[in-house]
């Protein structure tokens, strides 16, 4: 097996090889760009959600905190105590 840079002949194109793999692997400005726009709106979105998680906690707190006179049990005014013992 030979070494690419031990032939004087090979080295701009191993270079250039190399450089070219480099390039294609790094993030160019837009590519952060539209990534950082994708995040923003994921982000916004998760946001919302947990918005809505915390409304929706705190309706179920007020119920649970409410006197328990305002939850009215319907009952039939039919039924009376004379069956009981």
Do not use: C, H, W, Y
């Not at 952060?32 to 309706?59: G, P, Y």
């Amino acid at each position: 097996m030979s070494d690419p840079l031990s032939n004087n002949d090979d080295r701009p194109s191993f270079i250039a090889a190399t450089v070219e793999s480099m390039r294609d692997q790094i993030a160019t400005k837009s590519d952060i760009a539209r990534l950082e726009s994708k995040i923003e709106v994921e982000f916004t979105a998760v946001r919302s959600d947990i918005k809505q998680v915390l409304l929706r906690l705190d309706s179920i707190e007020r119920a649970l905190n409410a006197p328990l006179g305002q939850f009215v049990l319907d009952q039939p005014e039919s039924v009376s105590d004379e069956g009981r013992p």
